[in-house]
């Protein structure tokens, strides 16, 4: 059974500055992070464009060792599962809200040997998600509307589908963390920290902080 009361912390590379993307890396590492969160785009299902598969690769040559959280929020994710598991992805979370077989793609995933996440986006309800939080090992509920770093968290729309989901995993002894992206600094940590969740995903507040160690801990600590 995992440990939902472990505070894991995980730096957006999104939020990193790739001109030196090695040296970013290790830095996360070394400031205590506990995975590094890559945010892949298609342009389609949110309106940006990121990297894909040869970009992980890239960040898995660098840090061989650490666990790559892969969010992919892109609309065809059951087309791309092999190239970011073959990438070298610890996690690949996938949306709720496309149109393909989730259920066959979360199977793709864990039968691959890593684990699996399902995200949902802050207006999506969390009934969308519950046939298959039998399956998954992460839910990420997204607590701004994905696509662009920088923006402010949503309490009253994501909140409750928190405290909700945490609700669901005890009374039906189900084994996933609860996640949380999006606007995520040492204050809102400590609010969703306090409806359940455990995985706190943070761009701006860790890669572009004057102290990334101090901003790891307070989150952490929050």
């Known amino acids: 059974m995992a440990n939902f009361n472990q505070r894991i912390i995980a730096p957006s590379l999104l939020a990193a500055n790739w001109k030196n993307l090695g040296d970013e890396c290790i830095r996360a590492i070394n400031s205590g992070g506990d995975w590094l969160h890559l945010d892949v785009m ?27 959280d892969t ?6 994710p ?28 979360i199977k793709k995933i864990k039968d691959s ?27 990420l509920i997204m607590t701004v509307v994905p696509g662009f770093g ?9 909140m409750p589908k928190v405290k909700e989901a945490t609700k669901i995993r005890e009374e039906n002894d189900l084994n996933f963390h609860i996640q949380v ?23 701006t507040n860790t890669f572009r902080s004057t102290d990334m160690k101090l901003a790891i801990k307070e989150l952490r600590d929050a």
């Open 42 to 68: 298609d342009g389609h299902f949110v309106r940006n464009i990121s990297f894909g598969p040869s970009f992980v690769k890239h960040v898995r040559e660098i840090v061989p060792d650490a666990f790559l």
């Open 71 to 76: 969010h992919l929020m892109i609309e065809r």
């Open 78 to 105: 059951d087309n791309y599962i092999e190239a970011f598991i073959e990438s070298g992805s610890s996690n690949i979370t996938i949306h709720v809200e496309p149109k393909y077989d989730i259920n066959k793609t």
């Open 113 to 139: 040997g890593i684990s699996v996440g399902l995200a949902l986006n802050p207006e999506t309800p969390l009934e969308i998600a519950q046939p298959f939080l039998g399956q998954i090992d992460i839910l």
């Open 150 to 158: 920088g923006q402010q968290f949503m309490n009253d729309a994501t």
């Open 181 to 203: 992206d999006g606007g995520i600094t040492a204050s809102t940590a400590k609010i969703a920290a306090e409806h359940g969740a455990n995985i706190m995903v943070a761009g």
